[in-house]
């Protein structure tokens, strides 16, 4: 098996129906699809056993307590035993020739090492492109250097992992905290490996109204101290400085709503001089969150 495709779900009993759809109809079944159900109250369980009932591929699934979709992944990771794995979530789908392309594109480049995988395009159901077209194709960079220093942060993609990178970087869990933006491990992953760039959509996605996209702020604000270490890994020297002024002013933003003080947060950044500059943006954000959220 070379290929995992891994689902986090919580509570997408309606929705998941499409994506195993999506996998009954792929041109390649050299994949297993892993579901980890976080701590679901729906019908979610049944539902993939008549799944397995019916497919014509592998299924497992994993049950856990509810904890976010980063200790989803988590739990998931750690049992895949295929050298590729693609996140692909529950309430989205990918084209019929998903795994074919990624087999292809794997077999022509599996023998670099200082890969951590094949990032492909994401399109809506329309199939209009989410975000830019990678110049040139098949372009070999890093995270960093692609999405972040590329201007593209804004817009979703279609990452496909080696397992064993995965494993070596985790997400991190904070105690009570429940939300994480996967690009804090994507930015660090970025710092010793590259991915192969290709112009070809096979994840399909839209922004459903509860969504974790669309309801981005409000989780980061009650997730606060993971969302201050994520903007930390903007300050460094290797990105923009328009993104490194976002990451200090976020640093700041939810280090407040982590109940640090401003003294605190200085103190403990290794850039305190982007820090200090922005600290009165910071708290004038701050303060307008905490009205418009709390």
Known sequence: ?????????????????????????????DFEWLVVDDGSTDDTKSIIKQFQLESDFPIRYIYKENGGKHTALNVGIKTV??????????????????????????????????????????????????????????????????????????ADKAEVFRTHCLIEFPFPEYPGEKFLGED????????????????????????????????????NIVSPVGCMYRAEEFLKSDIKPNYRIKGALQYVIYGKFAGLSIRDLIKKSKYRGLVTICVLPGLFIYQKWKKTYS
């Open 184 to 219: 804090l491990i994507w930015v660090r992953m970025a710092r010793k490996y590259k991915m192969v760039h290709v112009n070809k959509a096979i994840y399909v996605g839209d922004y459903l109204e509860n969504g974790l996209t669309n309801n981005r702020r409000k989780h």
């Open 81 to 154: 035993k295929s050298v590729l794995t693609f996140i692909v979530d529950s309430d989205d789908y990918i084209t019929n020739d998903a795994v074919q392309s990624i087999l292809k594109i794997h077999e022509k480049y599996q023998n670099q090492s200082n890969l951590c995988g094949y990032v492909f395009l994401r399109c809506f159901p329309d199939g209009k492109i989410n975000g830019k077209k990678f110049q040139p194709d098949e372009k070999i960079a890093s995270y960093i250097d692609t999405r972040v220093n590329g201007d593209d942060t804004n």
């Open 1 to 29: 098996m070379t290929l995992t495709i891994l689902t986090p779900t919580y509570n997408r009993c309606n929705e998941i129906k499409k994506l195993w759809i999506s996998l009954q109809n792929q041109t390649s079944k």
